[in-house]
Protein backbone atom coordinates (compact mmCIF):
# COMPACT_ATOMS: atom_id res chain seq x y z
CA UNK A 1 0.00 0.00 0.00
CA UNK A 2 1.87 3.30 -1.29
CA UNK A 3 -0.66 5.79 -0.09
CA UNK A 4 -0.26 9.30 -1.80
CA UNK A 5 2.47 9.39 -4.40
CA UNK A 6 4.20 12.42 -5.41
CA UNK A 7 6.30 12.75 -8.12
CA UNK A 8 9.12 14.66 -8.77
CA UNK A 9 10.54 14.93 -5.45
CA UNK A 10 12.97 18.28 -6.30
CA UNK A 11 12.52 20.34 -9.32
CA UNK A 12 14.04 23.52 -10.43
CA UNK A 13 11.61 25.62 -13.02
CA UNK A 14 12.88 28.63 -15.22
CA UNK A 15 10.54 31.16 -15.75
CA UNK A 16 7.94 30.91 -17.75
CA UNK A 17 8.24 27.46 -18.40
CA UNK A 18 5.59 24.73 -17.43
CA UNK A 19 5.53 21.29 -15.77
CA UNK A 20 2.78 19.08 -14.12
CA UNK A 21 3.21 17.60 -10.18
CA UNK A 22 2.29 14.40 -10.56
CA UNK A 23 -0.25 13.14 -7.53
CA UNK A 24 -1.85 9.60 -7.52
CA UNK A 25 -3.00 7.36 -4.35
CA UNK A 26 -3.63 4.24 -4.61
CA UNK A 27 -6.63 4.07 -1.08
CA UNK A 28 -9.99 5.11 -3.64
CA UNK A 29 -10.04 7.88 -1.70
CA UNK A 30 -13.04 10.29 -2.77
CA UNK A 31 -11.38 13.63 -1.56
CA UNK A 32 -8.03 14.89 -3.17
CA UNK A 33 -6.19 18.30 -2.39
CA UNK A 34 -3.37 20.16 -3.55
CA UNK A 35 -1.40 22.69 -0.78
CA UNK A 36 1.83 24.48 -1.16
CA UNK A 37 4.04 25.45 2.29
CA UNK A 38 5.88 28.53 1.87
CA UNK A 39 8.95 29.09 3.85
CA UNK A 40 7.83 30.01 7.43
CA UNK A 41 4.04 29.66 6.54
CA UNK A 42 1.34 26.96 6.85
CA UNK A 43 -0.10 25.06 3.78
CA UNK A 44 -2.63 26.70 1.84
CA UNK A 45 -5.07 25.07 0.09
CA UNK A 46 -4.23 26.02 -4.10
CA UNK A 47 -7.08 23.39 -5.64
CA UNK A 48 -9.11 20.31 -4.55
CA UNK A 49 -11.51 17.16 -5.74
CA UNK A 50 -14.02 15.48 -4.20
CA UNK A 51 -14.52 12.47 -6.76
CA UNK A 52 -13.18 12.24 -10.42
CA UNK A 53 -14.24 14.51 -12.86
CA UNK A 54 -15.10 17.32 -10.18
CA UNK A 55 -12.55 19.97 -9.09
CA UNK A 56 -12.86 23.20 -6.95
CA UNK A 57 -10.12 26.83 -6.50
CA UNK A 58 -9.17 26.46 -2.75
CA UNK A 59 -7.64 29.90 -1.13
CA UNK A 60 -4.98 30.13 -3.76
CA UNK A 61 -5.31 28.91 -7.40
CA UNK A 62 -3.95 31.47 -9.50
CA UNK A 63 -1.17 29.92 -11.78
CA UNK A 64 -2.19 26.72 -11.47
CA UNK A 65 -4.41 24.07 -13.11
CA UNK A 66 -6.17 20.65 -12.13
CA UNK A 67 -7.78 17.86 -13.45
CA UNK A 68 -9.54 14.70 -11.78
CA UNK A 69 -9.91 11.98 -15.10
CA UNK A 70 -9.26 9.42 -12.54
CA UNK A 71 -9.97 8.53 -8.80
CA UNK A 72 -6.21 7.78 -8.13
CA UNK A 73 -4.72 10.43 -9.82
CA UNK A 74 -5.42 14.08 -8.96
CA UNK A 75 -1.95 15.91 -11.62
CA UNK A 76 -1.63 19.80 -10.62
CA UNK A 77 -0.39 22.31 -13.34
CA UNK A 78 1.97 24.91 -13.50
CA UNK A 79 1.53 27.31 -16.64
CA UNK A 80 4.02 29.69 -17.09
CA UNK A 81 6.13 29.36 -14.12
CA UNK A 82 6.69 32.19 -11.68
CA UNK A 83 9.04 33.00 -8.90
CA UNK A 84 6.01 33.16 -6.39
CA UNK A 85 5.77 29.86 -7.02
CA UNK A 86 8.58 28.48 -5.42
CA UNK A 87 7.27 26.42 -2.65
CA UNK A 88 7.24 23.21 -1.66
CA UNK A 89 3.65 21.40 -2.62
CA UNK A 90 1.95 19.08 -1.47
CA UNK A 91 -0.96 16.26 -2.23
CA UNK A 92 -3.23 14.73 0.46
CA UNK A 93 -6.22 12.65 -0.04
CA UNK A 94 -9.17 11.31 2.44
CA UNK A 95 -12.26 9.05 2.12
CA UNK A 96 -15.12 10.85 2.31
CA UNK A 97 -16.59 8.47 5.28
CA UNK A 98 -13.78 9.19 7.99
CA UNK A 99 -13.91 12.32 10.20
CA UNK A 100 -10.59 12.41 9.83
CA UNK A 101 -7.14 9.96 8.09
CA UNK A 102 -6.21 12.74 6.04
CA UNK A 103 -3.11 10.74 4.13
CA UNK A 104 -0.12 13.27 2.45
CA UNK A 105 2.20 12.80 0.05
CA UNK A 106 6.15 13.67 0.57
CA UNK A 107 6.15 16.85 -1.04
CA UNK A 108 7.70 18.30 -4.20
CA UNK A 109 10.30 20.88 -3.64
CA UNK A 110 9.88 23.86 -6.77
CA UNK A 111 12.42 26.61 -7.42
CA UNK A 112 11.49 29.01 -9.77
CA UNK A 113 14.96 30.87 -11.21
CA UNK B 1 -14.09 31.87 6.14
CA UNK B 2 -12.00 30.12 8.98
CA UNK B 3 -8.42 31.37 10.27
CA UNK B 4 -5.97 29.24 12.91
CA UNK B 5 -3.20 31.49 14.39
CA UNK B 6 -0.05 29.96 16.02
CA UNK B 7 1.37 33.03 18.11
CA UNK B 8 4.75 31.30 18.97
CA UNK B 9 7.07 31.16 15.59
CA UNK B 10 9.89 29.02 17.61
CA UNK B 11 9.74 27.24 21.43
CA UNK B 12 12.37 25.70 23.01
CA UNK B 13 11.92 23.01 25.46
CA UNK B 14 14.60 21.09 27.41
CA UNK B 15 14.54 16.97 26.86
CA UNK B 16 12.16 15.53 29.56
CA UNK B 17 10.40 18.52 30.20
CA UNK B 18 7.43 20.18 29.61
CA UNK B 19 5.99 22.54 26.86
CA UNK B 20 2.76 23.90 25.53
CA UNK B 21 1.94 25.20 21.97
CA UNK B 22 -0.50 27.39 21.82
CA UNK B 23 -3.17 27.72 18.77
CA UNK B 24 -6.62 29.82 18.50
CA UNK B 25 -9.09 29.63 15.97
CA UNK B 26 -12.03 31.70 14.13
CA UNK B 27 -15.33 30.08 13.43
CA UNK B 28 -18.80 30.93 13.61
CA UNK B 29 -19.83 27.05 13.26
CA UNK B 30 -20.42 24.44 16.19
CA UNK B 31 -19.32 21.44 14.89
CA UNK B 32 -15.92 21.23 13.56
CA UNK B 33 -12.59 19.11 14.06
CA UNK B 34 -9.43 20.03 15.61
CA UNK B 35 -6.10 18.72 14.87
CA UNK B 36 -1.93 18.66 15.29
CA UNK B 37 0.42 17.44 12.46
CA UNK B 38 3.80 17.25 12.95
CA UNK B 39 6.09 17.85 10.35
CA UNK B 40 9.85 16.49 11.04
CA UNK B 41 12.57 18.05 8.28
CA UNK B 42 11.69 14.97 6.18
CA UNK B 43 8.67 16.76 5.10
CA UNK B 44 6.29 14.36 5.97
CA UNK B 45 3.31 15.78 7.50
CA UNK B 46 2.07 13.41 10.67
CA UNK B 47 -0.94 13.66 12.48
CA UNK B 48 -0.04 13.82 16.37
CA UNK B 49 -3.58 14.42 18.10
CA UNK B 50 -7.41 15.23 16.44
CA UNK B 51 -10.41 16.49 18.91
CA UNK B 52 -13.67 16.60 18.03
CA UNK B 53 -15.76 19.78 18.80
CA UNK B 54 -18.41 18.54 20.19
CA UNK B 55 -16.47 16.36 22.62
CA UNK B 56 -15.64 17.87 25.86
CA UNK B 57 -13.19 15.54 27.02
CA UNK B 58 -9.89 16.43 26.21
CA UNK B 59 -7.66 14.37 23.59
CA UNK B 60 -4.92 12.26 24.23
CA UNK B 61 -2.43 10.04 22.77
CA UNK B 62 0.34 9.21 24.97
CA UNK B 63 2.81 12.17 26.14
CA UNK B 64 0.66 14.21 23.26
CA UNK B 65 -2.82 15.97 25.18
CA UNK B 66 -4.78 19.21 24.31
CA UNK B 67 -6.62 21.83 26.02
CA UNK B 68 -9.58 22.72 24.10
CA UNK B 69 -11.54 25.86 25.18
CA UNK B 70 -14.44 25.90 22.90
CA UNK B 71 -15.93 29.10 24.08
CA UNK B 72 -12.43 30.65 23.64
CA UNK B 73 -11.64 28.97 20.38
CA UNK B 74 -8.07 28.05 22.32
CA UNK B 75 -6.64 24.58 21.09
CA UNK B 76 -3.00 24.19 22.86
CA UNK B 77 -0.92 20.83 22.22
CA UNK B 78 0.98 19.76 25.41
CA UNK B 79 4.11 17.54 25.17
CA UNK B 80 5.22 15.90 28.30
CA UNK B 81 9.06 13.85 28.96
CA UNK B 82 10.28 16.11 25.64
CA UNK B 83 11.98 13.84 23.37
CA UNK B 84 14.84 14.71 20.75
CA UNK B 85 12.06 12.99 18.32
CA UNK B 86 10.03 15.68 18.67
CA UNK B 87 11.65 18.58 17.46
CA UNK B 88 9.81 19.76 14.82
CA UNK B 89 7.27 22.03 12.78
CA UNK B 90 3.92 21.87 14.25
CA UNK B 91 0.71 22.99 12.55
CA UNK B 92 -2.63 23.26 14.17
CA UNK B 93 -5.18 22.18 11.49
CA UNK B 94 -8.98 23.04 11.51
CA UNK B 95 -12.09 21.27 9.74
CA UNK B 96 -15.47 21.93 9.08
CA UNK B 97 -17.75 18.97 9.39
CA UNK B 98 -20.41 20.29 7.19
CA UNK B 99 -18.48 22.12 4.64
CA UNK B 100 -18.35 21.00 0.95
CA UNK B 101 -15.10 19.49 0.54
CA UNK B 102 -13.70 18.49 3.98
CA UNK B 103 -10.86 21.06 3.03
CA UNK B 104 -8.23 21.38 6.25
CA UNK B 105 -7.47 25.09 7.52
CA UNK B 106 -3.84 25.26 8.75
CA UNK B 107 -2.02 27.52 11.12
CA UNK B 108 1.43 29.21 10.12
CA UNK B 109 3.15 26.53 12.54
CA UNK B 110 5.54 26.81 15.51
CA UNK B 111 9.07 25.20 15.31
CA UNK B 112 9.48 23.12 18.16
CA UNK B 113 13.74 22.86 19.22
CA UNK B 114 14.33 20.25 21.68
CA UNK B 115 17.93 20.79 24.25
CA UNK B 116 19.85 18.10 25.52
Known amino acids: NAGVTQTPKFRILKIGQSMTLQCTQDMNHNYMYWYRQDPGMGLKLIYYSVGAGITDKGEVPNGYNVSRSTTEDFPLRLELAAPSQTSVYFC????????????FGSGTRLTVV | AQTVTQSQPEMSVQEAETVTLSCTYD???????LFWYKQPPSRQMILVIRQEAYKQQNATENRFSVNFQKAAKSFSLKISDSQLGDAAMYFCAYRSRMEYGNKLVFGAGTILRVKS
Open chain 1, 92 to 103: ASRTGRSNYGYT
Open chain 2, 27 to 33: TSESDYY
